[in-house]
Each structure stands twice: as structure tokens, then as C-alpha cells.
Nanobody, 123 residues
């Protein structure tokens, strides 16, 4: 069982940066692939980025490539999403998720979810 708590969301102007954090409980955090997803009203939850248990492998949505960086600190049971050059279309609720499977980009592959943190990018 893994419990996830996101933080770091907020309001930022276009072109700005935010770093999201996701703190996980449980001693098995280091064995999970971690992902970030986002969702806007009326739309399905979409994949943003994922990182393997060791941090050696990462995956990004096309919309995130070159602007967002996912990382993790297994000693702190925390995964991060550094978001740079933010655009108004990045506005969404961002969710942290965990899976015991190998790298996944689909929400159904993730068993554990945080409550989400709102990111709003103004133009």
C-alpha cells in the first residue's frame, strides 16, 4: 500500500516555472514506477511523465518534452516534476501515481493515486 500527497501547485504566469512534489508513505516506494498525470474538467486524465524505480528511465508526453523534468529521491520517498516554460494549456489538476509494473503511460496501469494539486498558468 502506498499513500501519495502532492504539493507545489499554484498560480504562475506563462513562461514561469513550478516544481511539484509527491511525498509517498510506505517502505516500498523505491520499488514503484512513479508517474505524473493531469486532468482538466470534461477531459480524461492524461499522462505527463513517468520514472522507473531506480530513476534510470524516464518517459514524457510530447507536450512535456523539453519543458518538464521528472526526478525522484528514494531516500526521501519523494518524486518531483519540474515544470518550466509553462503555458496556459498546462493548466490542470496534476496527480501523482504509483505502479508496481514497469514503465506505463496509461492511467489504468497505476494502482495508487494522490489527491491532486491545481496548477493554473495565466496568459
Amino acid at each position: 500500500q502506498v499513500q501519495l500527497v502532492e504539493s507545489g501547485g499554484g498560480l504562475v504566469q506563462a513562461g514561469g516555472s513550478l516544481r511539484l512534489s509527491c511525498a509517498a508513505s510506505g517502505r516500498t516506494f523505491s520499488t514503484y514506477t512513479m508517474g505524473w498525470f493531469r486532468q482538466t474538467p470534461g477531459k480524461e486524465r492524461e499522462f505527463v511523465a513517468a520514472i522507473s524505480w531506480s530513476g534510470s528511465s524516464t518517459a514524457y508526453a510530447d507536450s512535456a518534452k523539453g519543458r518538464f523534468t521528472i526526478s525522484r529521491d528514494n531516500a526521501k520517498n519523494t518524486v518531483y516534476l519540474q515544470m518550466n516554460s509553462l503555458k496556459p494549456e498546462d493548466t490542470a489538476v496534476y496527480y501523482c501515481a504509483a505502479t508496481a509494473q514497469t514503465m506505463g503511460v496509461a492511467s489504468y496501469e497505476y494502482a495508487y493515486w494522490g489527491q491532486g494539486t491545481q496548477v493554473t498558468v495565466s496568459s
